[in-house]
């Protein structure tokens, strides 16, 4: 089960920082992230950090944003700054799941509205 919280209102160029509890889940070598998801578009992958803490992002948060996970304390965490309006979006925590041949984004959260005016 993934949890998300931290969303919230910002002004542009604040920041916010999201959460992520992860519950029952068994890490492997697949990866954790972040997808956003504007209302009538598809949703975006942002950011994902794999075990050993190596982190992928799009060019569209790329400098601004930061993907950190406790594996220990099973959470991860999305650090967004300098956030214009066109990060408006519902955030979602995800988890890859291992299947034979590949890791799969099937593990979902329920999303967290962040509005940047």
């Known amino acids: 089960q993934l949890v998300e919280s931290g969303g919230g209102m910002a002004e542009a160029g604040g920041s916010l920082s999201l959460s992520c509890s992860v519950s029952?889940?068994?890490?492997?070598?697949?990866?954790l992230g972040w997808y956003r998801q504007v209302a009538g578009q598809e949703r975006e992958k942002i950011a994902e950090?794999?075990?050993?803490?190596?982190?992928l992002y799009s060019d569209s948060v790329k400098g601004r944003f930061t993907v950190t996970q406790d594996r220990s304390k099973n959470m991860l965490f999305l650090q967004m700054n300098n956030l214009t309006p066109d990060d408006t979006a519902v955030y979602y925590c995800?988890?890859?799941?291992?299947?034979?041949?590949?890791?799969?984004?099937?593990?979902w959260g329920q999303g967290t509205q962040v509005t940047v005016s």
């Open positions: 029952g889940y068994r890490y492997t070598s697949c990866r």
């Open positions: 950090i794999s075990a050993d803490d190596t982190a």
């Open positions: 995800a988890a890859q799941r291992r299947t034979p041949i590949r890791c799969a984004w099937d593990y």
